[in-house]
Structures are given as C-alpha cells and as structure tokens.
C-alpha cells in the first residue's frame, strides 16, 4: 500500500505543528501496513490535510457490498454516535470517542480475514451513515437488510445527545437521500444514530451464523440479519 499526502497549509503556521501532522500520519500508515511515497503541498488560509491511497488486492478475494444472502448475519466493528458526540457530548464522552476513532480497522479486517471463506458482503461505516451504507449493501445485493436498534453499540454519550437533540448538518442530508428506503420502528434518539454521519467508521459484514460467531468473539457485534424482499433498510424498535 502506498499513501500520498495531500496538504494546505497557512504560511503562519508553525512549521513544528507541520511536522507533528506529517509525522503522525507516516506512523499511522506505517501500523496499517503502507508506506508515505510523498505527496503534494499548498497554501491555504484553512490547514487541510488527507491521503491518497492506493493497493493492491488478490482478483479472487475483493470483498464487495453485493453478496449479502438472505439469512446472513450483519455485524459491526465499532460503535456508532461519533458525529453526534462530538456536536453535543461532554468533554469525557468527545475525548473517549476520539481515542476509538483513532484505532485502525486493520484488526477487523484482520479477523474477517482469517474466516475460512471470504465474506459476502462489506463495507465501511462513514458520511452516510449506517442507514445510508446498509441501503448501498442492500441495494447492491437485492435483499433486504434488517437491524435491531437494541443492538446497535453505541458511543458512550451517544444516545444522551441524541435524545437531547443533537443533529449533525449529515442528518438532515442523509434523510433525504434515503426517503422511500428506510422503515424505522426505533425511537427517535436510536434512529438519529443510525443516520449519523461516521467519521473513522467501522466495518459492516454479512456473513453465514457461523462466521458471525466467530467474528463475535474479535469484537465485532451482531446487529441485525438479512432477509428475504425488496431492496430496503429496516432498523426495528
């Protein structure tokens, strides 16, 4: 795997604060197996910084959004909640997210890995929420997919926010973007979460029941199944 960076910077900015940025994402991509191959730099009133990656993957084991079956189990690697916490969490609640945040999934991978068949369907949990990336894997597969909002993990003051009101500028743009495809029976506070945008996401699987165990006892969690139907998303109250 090899990264490029991509960054504008102020002129004012302290050229040590430059550093730290380019030197922790280096070690960052070091930890998830790549390597920085350079890059390209300008100037810019507002500091932006991000990557540009690029791999290679085996032609017989590219994981897609369009295998799900009726009857798999869906599964999630991390919890959900990090754009609501971070607009109205408390400053313990932000702090803990953003420490979860950090964490690579290059250990879910790792475990989806290791099953002894590739899964049937991924993908990751990011800006569209995991209403908007379950109507992707949906969508993709033909089937519908179903998630218990009582299952769904949570980032610790999560769902507090949510209850109070908290609502991301994604909400109200993800909404729109799913109308027609999402029936929700789950509370308000549940359903706001499952249309939060996600930053530094987990990963969504559907695999067999048995394969579901097994990633199970790696951290993931089961959360919902597939079934049978329409292309759609159901999040059950």
Known sequence: MLALNVAAFPERMPPVAIEAILSAA??????????????????????????????????????TKSGARPGDVLLLSKPLGSGIVLAGGDAAAKDAAIA????????????????????????????????????????????????????????????????AGTRTGGDTRNRAHLAGHVDSSAPSGIEALAY???????????????????????????????????PSVSLRG
């Open 26 to 63: 280096a070690e960052v991509v070091k930890k998830a197996g790549g390597t920085i191959a350079g890059g390209h730099t300008i100037r810019s009133e507002e500091p932006i910084f991000g990557l540009a990656v690029q791999g290679i993957v085996h032609p017989d084991h590219v994981w």
């Open 100 to 163: 979860h945040m950090r964490r690579l999934n290059r250990p879910a991978f790792e475990a989806v890995s290791a099953l002894a068949g590739d899964p049937h369907a991924v993908t990751d949990v990011t800006g569209f929420g995991l209403l908007g990336h379950g109507w992707e894997m949906a969508e993709r597969s033909g089937v519908a997919l179903s998630f218990d909002a009582a299952s769904l993990p949570l980032y610790d003051g999560a769902l507090a926010a949510a209850e």
């Open 196 to 230: 939060d945008p996600q930053t530094s996401g987990g990963l969504l699987v559907a695999v067999s029941p048995e394969d579901g165990a097994r990633l199970s006892d790696t951290g993931f969690v089961a959360i919902g199944e597939v079934v049978r139907g329409r």
